[in-house]
């Protein structure tokens, strides 16, 4: 059966390592993107099952990456999960609409809650 | 290539109900959240060379927002007192920068070297508050240029200024033209929490007070394929008296 793949977007390189070492060992494929403009090409190219999206990215910010998936009627559907250090001022229901799934707090989240939160993305 | 100086604003540096102490409190909340994330990884990860890797990625994080709290402790002292400024020789700074960062860049891969350096007066300063300017931009390059590239400390003597310029030059991709005038609007003042990615300008907005407290400026460059972040010094003339 083939992995399901997973894009990472994330700045700090070295939490995109953690997000990556911890998806792999839940079996899924998956690839990082450092900044949105980046992002929109490999999500191009890969078609990912499911992003994972920090939102305050360097350049383009996760809003106007997810605007600009919203455009596209094949990358609109794909499931996002977002984790930020600014959850507590993000309501799921105001970004609902723009694919996100979930939102995690970085602050208070749980190795097991990132795997958790794609799984039930995917689902 | 744009070039900004930067001058920090007298006073209501802080905008929009941003407080400093919420800035301080944003600014060292990303560390802090790294940190956590990567002790509760070491704690599931049983492989041996992923655990060395988090276990140095913790300790340059530590040492990061300890950096970060010396400078904040150090910037309050600055608003109060004078610091002593003496003849120094920039390139035993900059010597004693990459010496500190060393271990920083190599755990992410890179490599911070001392590049262009031609034949230089003294300068008067304050080594420590120099070396915590050069810190912060030597910091900063690591998350804004290209994820493989070296970063390089150059220094230059601008003769007609009768200053000494040291540069931290980062290559990579060069930010968007948008992305430059925010930053060139904003260095020298803390940013509202939103106004950029994991920094809130705090970095920039202090060494903009140590380079005041010594009669010195800083100041960014855009070039085609990266930036720079400068300081720039008086010359001594101490040694010309002599």
Redesign the interface.
Known sequence: MTAQRVVVIEDDQWLAEHYLRLLRRAGYETYHAPHALLAIDMIDDVRPHAILLDVLLTGMTALALLHELQSHDDLATIPVVLATNLADQIELDDVAGYGVKRVLDKATMYPDDVVAAIRGALA | MEQAGIRRQKGGAFLGGVTPLSVAAHEL??P???L???S??LE??SDEH?RARIIE?MVQ?SEKALRLTGDITRSEAVQRSLFECTPLNPLSVCDDVTSELARLYQA?GRALRIGRIRQLPPVVANRDLLRRILLNFADNAL??GD?DGVVELQAQLLRERGRVRIAVRDYGPG??LG?WRNLKNSLGQAQPV?A???SSGLGLYISAQFADAMNARIGAIRHRDGASFYVELPVSHQMSLL
Do not use: A, F
Request: aromatic letters at 4%.
């Open positions: 909340k990303s802090l959240v790294l956590r994330q990567l509760l990884d599931m990860t992923d990625q994080v992410h998350h804004y994820v930010l968007p992305s939103h950029r990615p994991q």
